[in-house]
């Protein structure tokens, strides 16, 4: 399965998942984009976590939350939302080079980054 996201930021992976469509300004905000870029870790989890209360399991959402809570100092709730993506079905994402990329992989490398090597390796 293909999923194509609005703008939303992987940092943690080196990535930033995207959607090219006019929606992408609002959407932005939905999935913390913003605030991730500009450094606000603190504001991309609160945006990030009142997104989930309704879409739980939108994997875009977790990697971003995962990104914010990784850069803001907590990695045990990192971790857990990457270990979370994986247990999911892997789904292809669109990132702004063109390339897509798989959701396993985008959470394996923020699991390596935070020292989770074995995990990663999975």
Do not use: F
Request: charged share 20%; proline share 2%.
């Amino acid at each position: 399965m293909r999923i194509v996201t609005h703008a939303a930021a992987v940092i943690a992976a080196g990535l930033t998942i995207l959607g090219g469509t006019a929606a992408a300004a609002q959407s932005m905000d939905r999935n913390g984009y913003q605030a991730i870029v500009a450094g606000n870790y603190s504001h991309a989890a609160k945006q990030l976590e009142a997104e989930r209360r309704i879409y739980p399991e939108r994997p875009e959402l977790m990697l971003n939350l995962a990104t914010a809570y990784a850069q803001a100092g907590r990695a045990a709730e990192a971790r857990a939302l990457y270990r979370a993506v994986l247990r999911q079905p892997a789904l292809d994402m669109d990132v702004v080079s063109g390339a897509t990329v798989s959701s396993h992989a985008v959470a394996a490398r923020g699991l390596a980054r935070l020292g989770d090597v074995e995990q990663a390796a999975r």
